[in-house]
Every structure is written in structure tokens, then in C-alpha cells.
């Protein structure tokens, strides 16, 4: 019982042969603030029949959600957004927790009309506080990366009218979702133009320079986790140090527990990725949003990822809540500044 306490307080934030046409779920204009004015289609298991994309990458039917703006024409084309949830979330995660928010900034005019995508990333499509996290990786737990771009994004782009200028491409998320959106965004560059993260692990090899996870960032002390054989290395704290989270909650399943699981975080770590992968000034605009008290001290993750990258001459637009807390209604706090941030990267590719 604790333990889903804790942790829900914790983590609270192909082919298409087959697939039964998806339906409307919402259709809500002009109703009160808990409303859509835009239309979320269902391809999922939820609501009265079985509308779940294939996915042959993982061998499996998979849930999704799109979000459709008010006055959709499939005549036009439009910027799209791909959200991928947090750890013990899946694709219900920001309909209930941050479309309404993007939504009434479409309605309203200060966001040009956007599609959304919502894929599950769940393990096997059941989300919960126990068992394997799956943190949209190709891992021992199985290639849900590959999903994502092969299966998910690949649907969406034959299935809606989809700018076919990268630049029109978003993709973000929350957490261990966020972490993934910029491994995503740093690897597949042809495909994705603008990125962002709400309290993100972007350097997952944190430690200042005398072995300390928890110390803040700074670039006159800073180190590299090399072991993640220590399973019981505590990589998060809660209710004043009484629970702790450990290492091995994450990396075991995915990595597992020898030598061989350095190089492969090393591999998907945002930060190292930048240099692997040759990002470029211009290449990609990038937002990311913490709090400066995060139990998992993402804080100093991601403000070693942001020196790092403008060593690179990168552009990085960064806020930070100093009192800020992971928790997804703490990251929601951070929509209006993110949705203002991106309003003009998506203006040239308005359908108006």
C-alpha cells in the first residue's frame, strides 16, 4: 500500500490493415474550461470496442489518441505534436492532464491549429506502478523506440494531413517521456525539428566531481556515473529522505545489472547524444522546464545538459520553478510559458 502511494505521488504527472475506423470521443465546442473545442479521436480499447493500432514492431495492438483542433479540415495540413507520458502513465496521461490547456490556446487563436498524438508506451499496453518502466527505449524490455517511430509516428503521417517540413514536427513529454522526446529528436533530426522536456532525466550519468548524485550543478565540480552495477545507489528521495528510489528500479529490467549496461545508457543519454550524434546550432530549438527541488535532482541533470549544449553553441531555452517538485501538476504549471514558446516555431506552418 505505500508503495503505490508514494509512487502515484511520485510519477503523477506499419500497416493499418485491420484497424476499425476510430470515432470521436469528445466533440465539445464552446463548453466550460473542462471542455475541448477540438475533437480527440479514440483509437484505443476504452470507450465501447477495440480501435487500437498495429504494431508490428512489438507484435501487438497499442491504444492511441489523436487531437484534432476546431475547424479541422483534412484538406489542409497542419503542425503536429507528439506527447510521450511518463514512467507508470500511459496514453491517457495528458488528456487528463495538459490538452486542455493546448486546447483552449488553439481556441482562443494564441496556438495555430495543431494536431496532437498521444501513443501508450506502457509495457504491453499495461501501465502501473510495478514491473518494467519501458521509458520509450529499445531495451531488454523490447524496442519501443522502434515503435515509436516506425509503428506510432508513421501512422499518424499516413493517416492526417502532416506538414512534411520537419521544422512543423514537434515532439515532448513529461519525465522519463521527456528524456525520450530528446533522444528521439537528437537521433531521427530529419524527422523532428523542435523538442521539448518537462522535468526530464537529460543526463542520466550525473555526479559531481567527489561521487555525489544528489550535489546541484557545477561546472567547476562535475563527474560521470561509470557504475550502475550498485543497485541500491538511491537515485531518489521522497518525503524527507523516508523513501528512497533506487538505481536498479530502472536500470535492471531495461540494461540490466553487469558491465555491459555503461555503454548502452551512455548510448541514449541526451546529453552525450549531442556530441554522438553532431547536433549543430540551428538544428533543433529545444525547451526544457524543471523544478530546482526535484526529488530525482533532475534539476542538475538538466542544467548540466543546458551548459553542455551551449558549450555546442546551442540554443537552449530553459525555466526553472526554484521550489518546482516532480510532480505532473507542478510540470503543468510550466504549459503557458512552453505553449508561448512554441506559438511562433509552428506559425509558418498554420493552415491559415
Known sequence: MW?????????????????APARPLLRSPERAARALAGTLVAYTKHHGGDRRIWSAVLGEWRDLYVYLPPGYDPHRQYPVLLWLHGIAQDER???????????????????PPTIIAMPD??????????????????????????????????????????????QG?????YSGGAAAAYRVAIKYRAEFGVVFGLSGPLNARWMDCRGRYFANFD????GWRTDFSRGRAPVGRFAGGAVVVRLRSFVYPL????????????????????????VRPGA???????????EFNIDAQVESFVYR?????????????????????????????????LAPLVMPYSPY
Open 93 to 111: 496521461a495528458f488528456v487528463d492532464n495538459g490538452l486542455l490547456a493546448f486546447d483552449a490556446a488553439i481556441a482562443c487563436g494564441r496556438l
Open 169 to 173: 514536427h514537434v515532439i515532448g513529454g
Open 219 to 222: 561546472p567547476c565540480c562535475w
Open 284 to 294: 533543433l530549438a529545444m525547451f526544457v522546464a524543471y523544478g530546482g527541488r526535484d
Open 121 to 166: 508506451g506502457s509495457y504491453k499496453g499495461r501501465p502501473g506502478l510495478l514491473g518494467p518502466q519501458t521509458l520509450w527505449l529499445n531495451s531488454d524490455v523490447g524496442l519501443y523506440e522502434d515503435y515509436l517511430v516506425r509503428d506510432v509516428w508513421a501512422f499518424v503521417q499516413a493517416h492526417y494531413p502532416v506538414v512534411p517540413v520537419r
Open 3 to 19: 508503495r503505490t502511494s508514494w509512487l502515484g505521488a511520485v510519477l503523477l504527472f506499419s500497416s493499418s490493415a485491420g484497424v
Open 255 to 278: 540494461f540490466g545489472r553487469g558491465p555491459e549496461s555503461l555503454p548502452q545508457i551512455i548510448a541514449n543519454n541526451p546529453i552525450e547524444m549531442l556530441d554522438e550524434y553532431g
Open 309 to 341: 549544449a551551449r558549450q555546442l553553441g546551442l540554443e537552449v531555452t530553459a525555466v526553472c520553478d526554484r521550489r518546482g517538485r516532480h510532480r505532473l501538476r507542478e510540470a503543468e504549471k510550466f504549459l503557458p510559458r512552453l505553449i508561448d514558446w
